[in-house]
Nanobody, 120 residues
């Protein structure tokens, strides 16, 4: 069993920044593949970015504004979000899976999510 817990969401104005954290525990390698997804109301859950070992990879929607990193000593993966836009408003989830993938079906374990709201 793998457990994940997100934190760091909140409300911010357009152009602002937030850093989300995802702590993973349980039966997992410290370098487990962790992905970040987001889901806005009425929309599909969308891949944002992920990291396996120390190698990040990203989805197409973030336009270079987000950065994924990890602190293996803390079993924590971060999503740094800069120049936020109202369309970034969503619930953000972290998830763990065996392989690096942009497909949500490849992830077996999910956190509860954290709300990010960006106002114009």
């Amino acid at each position: 069993q793998v457990r994940l817990a997100e934190s760091g969401g909140g409300a911010v104005q357009a152009g602002g920044s937030l850093r989300l954290s995802c702590v993973h525990s349980g039966r997992t390698s410290i370098n487990v593949n962790v992905g970040w997804f987001r889901q806005a109301p009425g929309k599909e859950r969308e891949f944002v970015g992920g990291i396996i070992f120390e190698a990040p990879y990203y989805g197409d929607s973030i336009e270079g504004r987000f950065t994924v990193s990890r602190d293996s000593a803390k079993s924590t993966v971060y999503l740094q979000m800069n120049n936020l836009k109202p369309e970034d408003t969503a619930v953000y989830y972290c998830a763990a899976g065996a392989v690096a993938s942009r497909e949500k079906t490849q992830y077996d374990y999910w956190g509860q999510g954290t709300q990010v709201t960006v106002s114009s």
